[in-house]
């Protein structure tokens, strides 16, 4: 069975675990340079607050019912997600990340029946230490794991925890109910040739003949109806979809301990990660790396770090990518341990046609980007006509350093002591 576990509206409840007057208050997370929401508490979202709704458009709410906008703290979440991934580790024998907040748990010999109740106490334990909530569904396939944790967290009645059987009636009567495009993997342009085919519910997607989908449309799709049956047949990144966040990673061919080598392993993910960020016409927001030694190797030290670097606006230039990874390894590089895997993952992305200018761009600002757009182009092309990795990106050389505006941005709580409030022993 594998599960996922979701941390609920994680960028606000990592600012709640540290600030508990902002219980039953409606928070927004802003996006760079305080620009436009991005992250909601349920308290916003009931005040009629969307995704990506300018700052500036909110201050009657401030004023009148106590909104809070508060500037993105990446390194405060980071650092949060890691803590809960370090809990799930020890409920369960693999844990393999999606994103910040999202993580697929492995419940390899677990007693399906011993799941609901194992999974609750996961549930506490995570809130327990960590301060996050989190929503857990568990199913025989990924897909289903995802409509599972969805009903988790949209249906009461299971109280945060919701475990799917491949063929029981509980599974059946939520297909029945979840429309098409709340599956994993299925865009609009699918759910409008799904529905000229007869098939309007995930229920009918389940029961469609696999090799007709195929034939219809792609493998892709037809791994989407075997999983629905329960029939695990697809990975993490195996969808066609543009991502919500790309991760690029891979186990080194044997452990290592130079910082040499890690960082060219960094540099080649950071530069795919990129390639694979313009080909689906995203921009990043934020680059996540993360090292891991063997956990199986009980008689060498254990570290597996992750850091969150802020990029100072969202771009897909692989130079300011490979840069802020760089400095992402800086931090979390310790000599003494021998690694057995690294990785770089691209974190809140964006539509690159809906980007957000700042009104301090200039004429050159628009000609830099341009320059830059044609420039990872070229490469993209090369790399393309002559094979991966022809054209590579030599060592970052370093810049001025960024200064964001984040007027609201709260002190991090978790890796900053210095910035812990001040108490006073009488």
Not at 194 to 207: E, F, Q, T, V, Y
Not at 345 to 349: A, G, N, Q, S, T
Not at 393 to 406: D, E, S
């Given at each position: 069975m594998i599960g996922l576990v979701d941390c609920n509206n994680f960028y606000v409840s990592c600012e709640r675990a540290f600030r508990p007057d902002l219980e039953g208050r409606p928070v927004g997370v802003l996006s760079n340079n305080d620009g436009c929401v991005i992250a909601r508490s349920a308290e916003i979202k009931q005040l009629g607050v969307e995704m990506g709704t300018p700052a500036f458009q909110l201050k009657h709410?401030?004023?009148d019912r106590g909104l809070v906008l508060l500037s993105s703290n990446y390194e405060l979440y980071g650092d949060m997600s890691a803590r809960v991934?370090?809990?799930?580790?020890e409920f369960a024998p693999q844990v393999e990340p999606y994103s910040i907040d999202e993580m697929f748990v492995r419940f390899d010999g677990f007693e399906t029946a011993a799941l609901t109740e194992h999974c609750r106490k996961l549930r506490q334990q995570v809130r327990q230490y960590t301060g996050i909530p989190v929503s857990i569904g568990v199913a025989p396939t990924r897909t289903l794991s995802k409509l599972a944790n969805r009903a988790a967290k949209k249906i009461p009645g299971y109280g945060g925890v919701c475990?799917?059987?491949r063929d029981s009636t509980a599974t059946k009567g939520l297909l029945q109910r979840i429309e098409l495009g709340d599956i994993w993997g299925v865009g609009r342009r699918l759910v409008e040739r799904?529905?000229?085919?007869?098939?309007?519910?995930?229920?009918?997607?389940?029961?469609a003949d696999p090799k007709r989908i195929r034939r219809k449309f792609s493998v892709t799709l037809e791994r989407t109806v075997l999983e629905l049956k329960g029939i695990p047949c697809s990975e993490m990144n195996d969808f066609d979809e543009p991502r919500q966040r790309i991760m690029t990673s891979r186990s080194f061919g044997k452990l290592t301990g130079s910082y040499q080598e890690i960082q060219e392993a960094i540099r080649q993910h950071g530069q795919r990660g990129a390639e694979r960020l313009r080909q689906q016409g995203s921009l990043a927001r934020a680059?996540?790396?993360?090292?891991?030694?063997?956990?199986h190797r009980t008689d060498l030290p254990q570290y597996s770090p992750s850091t969150i670097i802020e990029l100072e606006r969202p771009t897909d230039d692989s130079r300011e990518i490979l840069h802020a990874a760089s400095q992402a390894l800086q931090r979390i590089f310790l000599p003494r341990f021998a690694y057995m895997k690294a990785g770089v993952?691209?974190?809140?992305?964006i539509d690159a046609d809906r980007q957000q200018l700042s009104?301090?761009?200039?004429?050159q600002s628009d000609a830099d980007r341009q320059r830059s757009k044609r420039l990872m182009a070229t490469m993209d092309e090369l790399n393309q006509k002559m094979g991966r990795g022809t054209l590579?990106?030599?060592?970052?050389?370093?810049?001025?350093?960024?200064?964001?505006?984040?007027?609201?941005r709260t002190p991090r709580w978790s890796t900053r002591w210095d910035e812990l409030p001040k108490v006073r022993v009488l």
């Open positions: 709410l401030v004023r991934q370090a809990v799930l580790e475990v799917l059987d799904l529905h000229a085919m007869g098939i309007r519910s995930a229920w009918d997607l389940r029961n680059v996540l790396v993360f090292l891991k030694t063997n956990p993952m691209l974190l809140d992305l009104l301090l761009d200039t004429p590579r990106l030599g060592m970052p050389t370093g810049g001025a350093a960024w200064h964001l505006r984040c007027a609201n």
